[in-house]
């Protein structure tokens, strides 16, 4: 599985962003597929998952602006940013794992994740 993310960029406070990650092969219903983010000086962070079963799960730290999605017609997974703040800048990796192991508790930790994406800067500016 092959993960590439695109759509980083600069917005301005309260702007809008989406993020997109083509994956290569069939993914839908089958893997744990995900969003994380590193901030400059922290560690990767958890921010959504969707299920294998279509289910979603956002970081409460998100206030409800962020939201994720699959297109399946063209194998992406993505990421609509709104109300961007200057909190959210940060480089995005998408991040995808055996749906087996979908479970509470896993999906947020970056560790259990086999399949990651090459990274998207956001910059989120004032």
């Known amino acids: 599985l092959q993960l590439v993310e695109s759509g980083g960029g600069s917005v301005e406070v309260g702007g809008s962003l989406e993020l997109s990650c083509v994956v290569s092969g069939d993914f839908y219903g089958r893997y744990c597929m995900s969003w994380f983010r590193q901030r400059p000086g922290k560690s990767r962070e958890w921010v959504s998952t969707i299920r294998p079963w279509g289910l979603k799960s956002y970081s409460n730290s998100l206030g409800g602006r962020f939201t994720t999605s699959i297109d399946n017609a063209k194998n992406t997974l993505c990421l609509q940013m709104n109300n961007a703040q200057p909190w959210d800048t940060a480089v995005y990796y998408c991040?995808?794992?055996?749906?087996?192991?979908?479970?509470?508790?896993?999906?947020?930790?970056?560790?259990?994740?086999?399949?990651w994406g090459q990274g998207t800067r956001v910059t989120v500016s004032s």
């Open positions: 991040a995808a794992d055996d749906g087996e192991n979908c479970t509470a508790g896993y999906w947020i930790r970056s560790s259990e994740y086999d399949y």
